[in-house]
T-cell receptor, first 111, second 111 residues
């Protein structure tokens, strides 16, 4: 059973059309939830870390929120340059545990 | 540029062969992580080293091994290669916080 599930797998938006990506997780104790952006042929690039339910982080057109069982990445008025794969990862509440990644949501924004 | 350097960028080899992937972490980072990324499995954690010592192990096959040297660079050795080992292999480093910085990856093709 996957511990981190992202939906949808793929999302196509028109420029300016806001939407949200979902990340649900089933780890027993959450140390942190991470969002990364990955462009084709490149390594993931860190966006946000969220630690507790109710926490929100923003960066330009992106806003990440966290509840006890899921996180959302809201994209407001996206631009074509926001096209990428967005990865969610969790770290369990045990020392020395590595990040567990979801399979990602591939976002395409057309002008 | 994340500051993490991986070589080579591309590697083409045959089944049964052995290859070595190299990673230089960001200056000052003591932790190095290895991940495998394939289309169907997403990013899978393989192994973590901290200041030369193995810290955590994930879904790493017995045919695979890694080490971190005194200068903190790391190598991932893959032996008895199979077609299914074809994937993108990423190295990431961190300073001790959970925020990982990824390299650009090594694309391994086993023919």
């Amino acid at each position: 059973e996957d511990q981190v599930t992202q939906s949808p797998e793929a999302l196509r938006l028109q420029e300016g059309e806001s939407s949200s990506l979902n990340c649900s997780y089933t780890v027993s104790g959450l140390r942190g939830l991470f969002w990364y952006r990955q462009d084709p042929g490149k390594g993931p690039e860190f966006l946000f870390t969220l630690y507790s339910a109710g926490e929100e982080k923003e960066k330009e057109r992106l806003k990440a929120t966290l509840t006890k069982k899921e996180s959302f990445l809201h994209i407001t008025a996206p631009k074509p340059e926001d096209s990428a794969t967005y990865l969610c990862a969790v770290q369990e509440d045990q020392a020395g545990t590595a990040l567990i990644f979801g399979k990602g949501t591939t976002l395409s924004v057309s002008s | 540029d994340s500051g993490v350097t991986q070589t080579p960028k591309h590697l083409i080899t045959a089944t049964g062969q052995r290859v070595t992937l190299r990673c230089s972490p960001r200056s000052g980072d003591l932790s190095v992580y290895w991940y495998q990324q394939s289309l169907d499995q997403g990013l899978q954690f393989l192994i973590q080293y901290y200041n030369g010592e193995e810290r955590a192990k994930g879904n790493i096959l017995e045919r695979f091994s890694a080490q971190q040297f005194p200068d903190l660079h790391s190598e991932l050795n893959l032996s008895s290669l199979e077609l299914g080992d074809s994937a993108l292999y990423f190295c990431a480093s961190s300073s001790g916080s959970e925020k990982l910085f990824f390299g650009s990856g090594t694309q391994l093709s086993v023919l």
